[in-house]
């Protein structure tokens, strides 16, 4: 027990304030949040997802290619990825395919690639495999 009013008086005053500040901040929306697609992370592969209005114009193209089934600039688009780098989950031969994000200023196909799946799961690279972002599979609001 405190045995100085004052102090008592002090204490209960900073409770108070303490639950009003926590109502406050639950009523008007300050508690913890869902986050975004830009900081989840995909709990099949473990890696970062990026929304699809994040990605460079480029690579929103290709993926709007692959979903209209081509025409594909690049003859090697379409082809068999083999996952050699093991960054993806594991799957079968044949399960991945890879297609070329096109790179300003490259004169050949350069490091930009979006990797998809059988199972509609989409990754992007920009360096050449050896890193992947998930592709947010509702454009950009899942997390």
Same mark, same amino acid.
């Given at each position: 027990?405190?045995?100085?009013?004052?102090?008592?008086?002090?204490? /209960?005053?900073? %409770?108070? /304030?303490?639950? %009003?500040?926590?109502?406050?901040? !639950?009523?008007?929306?300050?508690?913890?949040?869902?986050?975004? /697609?830009?900081?989840? =992370?995909?709990? #099949? !592969?473990?890696?970062?997802?990026?929304?699809? /209005?994040?990605?460079?114009?480029?690579?929103? #193209?290709?993926?709007?290619?692959? #979903?209209?089934?081509?025409?594909?600039?690049?003859?090697?688009?379409? %082809?068999?990825?083999?996952?050699?780098?093991?960054?993806?989950?594991?799957?079968?031969?044949?399960?991945?395919?890879?297609?070329? %994000?096109? =790179?300003?200023? *490259?004169?050949?196909?350069?490091?930009?690639?979006?990797?998809?799946? =059988?199972?509609? *799961?989409?990754?992007?690279?920009?360096?050449?495999?050896?890193?992947?972002?998930?592709?947010?599979? #509702?454009?950009?609001?899942?997390?």
């Amino acid at each position: 027990m405190i045995n100085n009013p004052k102090t008592a008086r002090i204490i /209960a005053a900073i %409770v108070i /304030a303490m639950l %009003v500040i926590t109502l406050a901040a !639950s009523l008007f929306g300050c508690a913890a949040t869902k986050p975004s /697609a830009a900081t989840s =992370t995909d709990p #099949d !592969s473990g890696l970062r997802i990026v929304a699809v /209005a994040d990605l460079p114009k480029e690579a929103q #193209d290709t993926l709007k290619l692959i #979903d209209a089934g081509g025409p594909y600039p690049y003859s090697r688009d379409g %082809v068999v990825f083999g996952n050699l780098e093991k960054i993806l989950p594991k799957h079968d031969r044949g399960y991945y395919h890879e297609y070329t %994000v096109k =790179t300003p200023g *490259e004169k050949d196909r350069g490091a930009r690639r979006v990797v998809t799946g =059988t199972g509609g *799961e989409r990754y992007y690279s920009d360096d050449h495999y050896e890193s992947f972002r998930r592709i947010a599979e #509702d454009g950009g609001t899942e997390g």
